[in-house]
C-alpha cells in the first residue's frame, strides 16, 4: 500500500511558529515574576501576642462595650497603604495593602482588645440583656499618618457613653511612635500607637462604672428621670477633654 508524503510546512512558518511559542513562554514568565500585593493587619502586635487577657468565668460580664464604627480621614481610607513623602505629599502604595479597610481595621483591633482588658464582650448590633450597663465607645480619627523609617501617628478624638444615661466622657489622644525602616515596622507602629490608646480608653469605661449609682440599672429610675451619673477625668494626660453628665 502506497502511502502520499504530506508536503513540509515553509521554514519562515516553523520559525514564526517557534517565535510565537517562546514569545507566549518569556509572558507567561514575566507575568508569573511580577510584583505580588501584602497584606497588613492591625489585629495583633508584632510579637504575635495579645494584649493581657481577663481570667473569664460562665458568670455574665459586668458590663458590656459597643465599639462603633470608626471614622478615619478620606485620604488614607484605601486597601492601599498611604505613606508621607512630605509634610504636603503622600505615595499609595499598590503592593502593600491592608486585610481590610482601615477603619475596620482599627475597629477590630479595638474591639478585641477592650473585651479582652475588661473581661467583656462587645455587643454592638447585637441585642443584650437590659440589665447589664452597657458603654458605647466612638472614634474619629483626625490624622493616621505613616512615615516610613521615621515614625506612625495617631491622632483620635474618642468617646465613651453609659447607655441610657446621660453620662459621657469625650478625650483627645495623640500617640507618635518611632518605627524603622520597612512597612512591617511601620505597621506595628501603627499597632502599638493603637494599643496605647485602647488602654486609655479602657481606663475610661472601668472609671465610668466605678462612677456609676450604685444598684443602677440600664433603665429609667421609677421616677422616670434618668439616674445622674458623675463623669469622671479623662484618662489622657494633658489631653483635651470634654465630660457631660449628671
Known amino acids: ?35 505580588s500585593s ?5 489585629g495583633a502586635d508584632a510579637s504575635g501576642s495579645a494584649a493581657p487577657v ?15 464604627p470608626i471614622d478615619v480621614p478620606p485620604q488614607v481610607a484605601k486597601s492601599q497603604l498611604v505613606v508621607q513623602t512630605g509634610p504636603t505629599q503622600v505615595k499609595v502604595l499598590e503592593e502593600e495593602r491592608w486585610a481590610s479597610l482601615p477603619g475596620d481595621e482599627i475597629r477590630r483591633a479595638l474591639s478585641t482588645s477592650l473585651t479582652q482588658q475588661l473581661g467583656t464582650i462587645d455587643v454592638y448590633g447585637t441585642a443584650h440583656p437590659d ?7 466612638s472614634m474619629n480619627v483626625q490624622r493616621f499618618e505613616s512615615w516610613p523609617g521615621s515614625h506612625a501617628l495617631i491622632d483620635a478624638v474618642w468617646s465613651v457613653r453609659a447607655v441610657r444615661s446621660n453620662a459621657v466622657m469625650t478625650c483627645r489622644s495623640v500617640v507618635n ?4 525602616g520597612g512597612y512591617d515596622a511601620l ?8 494599643q496605647q490608646i485602647t488602654g486609655q480608653i479602657a481606663t475610661a469605661v472601668q472609671a465610668m462604672a466605678a462612677a456609676a449609682p450604685r444598684g443602677a440599672t ?19 494626660a494633658g489631653a483635651t477633654t470634654t465630660a457631660a453628665g449628671g
Not at 440589665?131 to 465607645?137: C, K
Not at 511612635?177 to 524603622?180: G, I, K, N, Y
Not at 440600664?218 to 445622674?228: D, H, I, N, Q, R
Open 1 to 35: 500500500m502506497m502511502f502520499a508524503r504530506l508536503p513540509r510546512p515553509p521554514r519562515a512558518l516553523v520559525r514564526g511558529a517557534v517565535t510565537a511559542g517562546a514569545l507566549a513562554a518569556v509572558l507567561a514568565l514575566a507575568a508569573c515574576a511580577s510584583p
Open 177 to 180: 511612635e518611632t518605627v524603622s
Open 187 to 194: 505597621v506595628d507602629g501603627h499597632r502599638r500607637a493603637l
Open 218 to 236: 440600664s433603665t429609667s429610675s421609677s421616677s422616670g428621670k434618668e439616674a445622674a451619673v458623675a463623669v469622671p477625668a479623662c484618662p489622657v
Open 38 to 42: 501584602r497584606f497588613y493587619t492591625l
Open 131 to 137: 440589665a447589664t450597663p452597657v458603654y458605647r465607645v
Open 54 to 68: 481577663v481570667a473569664r468565668t460562665s458568670a455574665a460580664p459586668a458590663l458590656l462595650i459597643e465599639v462603633a
